[in-house]
């Protein structure tokens, strides 16, 4: 069957995205087991990476990466070759609600969505912002008595602060709602290796930007390939792994914000 | 906080120490039964006392001075009175009970001088002899097991110490009983730093409660000689292997235990982050939840499928 697929990510934003979230990923392995160095998983995690030396050697290697490719970013897409309609505008508040009445059954209509969803904006100003606060909090706890050269010690104490609420955030953020939406819901979602996204998908989930691309056809920024259909099975395995793993990396999180939700909670609400 | 941790302390130090008893209690009725068979095996029969305090005397055995001292040097009575069942007898000649905090020190400064010198500046010390219930030679180091502190058994090896210390600063009735209220969540605080943590993980940097108050100069903040007094954190956290060349940095106020405040036109800083992540974390994890649950529950609606 022949379809025709569209392209989404460039290249230069797939090696992006690659870089960013393999230092993520990395970054919140070896960060986290530190947090909770008494908990059981904490010292198997840290053996896994062949020991604390090497675990504080790749958090602060992955950490320079992302901080690398987040500046890039920056200066690429903001500099080089601005985007408007990932900006918040009053239509999402509008998806937003269509959503929810049609998530709550008070409406039939799926709301229909442009390039972004309102999650995906939320999440890539998330992901923004997190870079900032991380970026910066990492860099003053990497070297105290550099940073206490120009900072008052209580504030290094409060990068530290920041860092753990920013890693947790960031991390539900990342593992629990993007990858559900992305990877979960769309499985398997190849878009961020090929770049492209087939047509039934662009209809499905971005019917505004379809039918800009179809008018604008021939000059639309699409391709004519070949669509292989996804091998039911090897689908069907990979959801029950993905679950597995989902299932897992949820329980974790939750546990770690419950446990510094009650101790932040007993110490500086009650 | 403090107060969960220290509770169960207070109590497990508690039934510890009638477990303990009813335990010493046990075995003295168990080894008065079979004393001599002890005695031969363990091939320590020359130890009049090891018949009745066997556990002691085996531990004093694997210290580091079990050619150095002998029992009676700290607690009198005769250890030539060979061991049999009226070895009782040995408690009796010139036999002195328990030292006490203050004799210890006395008695260990005869062969550590340059140690009991030092220690005998200490707020320990002062305090002790004030009778409070402050840190002799034996609460850090054991009493009939000192050992090395390169050996990791040993109270005082590096990763024992901040429990070692724990045992008395952790310990709110000890602690209370003093009347300006002595902070009794150290150890807490400490575990919320990364040189316990990382040493916890097996890192190779250990800053422990030793290292930043000293292990025998130990002093109150505010005496100008004490480690920990803020003129005086440069050259503590600028030690060799430490943040050496720590220069002229910003250590204001130099607390570490109590988190310093930072004030944003008179509200706290870290009670404003703690506050707004508290309030993003519950948005985002019934946010981000909520979606996924709506949207699995509208996926069973088949004809709903857009």
Do not use: Q
């Given at each position: 069957m022949v379809e025709l697929i569209f392209k989404r990510f460039t290249l230069n934003q797939r090696i992006q995205h690659i870089l960013f979230f393999t230092s993520f990923i990395l970054l919140a392995y070896t960060g986290f087991p530190l947090k909770f160095p008494e908990s059981w998983w904490s010292s198997w995690m840290i053996a896994s990476v062949g020991g604390f030396d090497n675990r504080t050697l790749i958090h602060h290697l992955s950490g320079l990466v992302m901080i690398g490719v987040s500046v890039y970013h920056v200066v690429y897409h903001i500099l080089e070759k601005p985007r408007y309609d990932v900006l918040f505008n009053l239509k999402d508040i509008d998806d937003f609600k269509q959503q929810m009445k049609y998530f709550l059954r008070y409406s039939d209509e799926h709301p229909k969505y442009g390039r972004y969803t309102f999650k995906q904006k939320v999440e890539y100003f998330g992901a923004g912002f997190g870079a900032v606060v991380m970026g910066f909090s990492g860099l003053l706890m990497w070297q105290p008595f550099e940073a206490m050269k120009y900072f008052p010690i209580g504030l290094i104490q409060i990068a530290g602060l920041f860092h753990t609420w920013e890693a947790v955030l960031a991390s539900i953020a990342v593992f629990i709602g993007h990858f559900y939406d992305e990877h979960f819901d769309k499985f398997l979602n190849m878009?961020?290796?090929?770049?492209?996204?087939?047509?039934?998908?662009?209809?499905?989930?971005?019917?505004?930007?379809?039918?800009?691309?179809?008018?604008?056809?021939?000059?639309?920024?699409?391709?004519?390939?070949?669509?292989?259909?996804?091998?039911?099975?090897?689908?069907?395995?990979?959801?029950?792994?993905?679950?597995?793993?989902?299932?897992?990396?949820?329980?974790?999180?939750?546990w770690m914000s419950y446990t510094i939700l009650y101790e932040a909670i007993v110490n500086y609400i009650l | 906080m403090g107060g969960i941790i220290t509770d169960r302390d207070n109590k497990w130090y508690q039934i510890f120490n009638i477990r303990k008893l009813t335990l010493i209690f046990i075995f003295l009725l168990l080894l008065s039964i079979n004393n001599s068979i002890a005695a031969e095996q363990s091939g320590t029969g020359d130890i009049s006392c090891y018949h009745c305090h066997s556990r002691l005397v085996s531990d004093f055995q694997k210290s580091v001075h079990f050619d150095k001292n002998t029992c009676a040097d700290c607690h009198g009575g005769d250890l030539n009175i060979s061991g049999s069942l009226v070895s009782i007898n040995v408690m009796h000649a010139n036999f002195t009970g328990k030292p006490t905090a203050v004799n210890i020190a006395d008695f260990c400064a005869k062969c550590h001088p340059g140690s009991s010198g030092v220690y005998e500046e200490s707020i320990h010390w002062q305090k002790l002899k004030e009778d409070r219930p402050a840190a002799s030679c034996t609460d850090c180091h054991g009493i009939h097991n000192i050992l090395s502190s390169k050996d990791p058994n040993s109270s005082t090896f590096p990763q024992n110490i901040a429990e070692t210390c724990a045992k008395c600063h952790e310990n709110q009735t000890r602690m209370q009983a003093l009347y300006y209220g002595i902070k009794t969540d150290r150890f807490d605080t400490y575990k919320k730093s990364y040189h316990y943590k990382s040493y916890k993980s097996g890192g190779g940097v250990i800053a422990t409660c030793s290292d930043c108050h000293?292990?025998?100069?130990?002093?109150?903040?505010?005496?100008?000689?004490?480690?920990?007094?803020?003129?005086?954190?440069?050259?503590?956290?600028?030690?060799?292997?430490?943040?050496?060349g720590a220069g002229n940095v910003f250590l204001s106020g130099g607390k570490i235990h109590e988190e310093q405040s930072v004030y944003l036109l008179s509200f706290d800083a870290k009670r404003i982050v703690t506050i707004f992540y508290i309030i993003m974390i519950l948005f985002e994890l019934t946010f981000t939840f909520g979606l996924i649950f709506l949207g699995i529950t509208s996926k069973f609606d088949i004809k709903r499928r857009h």
């Open positions: 878009s961020w290796w090929t770049g492209n996204i087939p047509e039934e998908e662009m209809k499905h989930e971005h019917p505004l930007e379809y039918e800009e691309a179809m008018k604008n056809r021939p000059t639309g920024n699409m391709e004519h390939l070949e669509h292989k259909e996804n091998n039911i099975l090897i689908t069907g395995f990979g959801k029950i792994v993905f679950t597995l793993i989902f299932i897992a990396i949820c329980s974790w999180l939750v | 000293e292990n025998h100069d130990t002093r109150i903040a505010s005496d100008p000689k004490s480690a920990i007094n803020p003129a005086n954190l440069i050259t503590t956290c600028g030690k060799k292997g430490c943040h050496e």
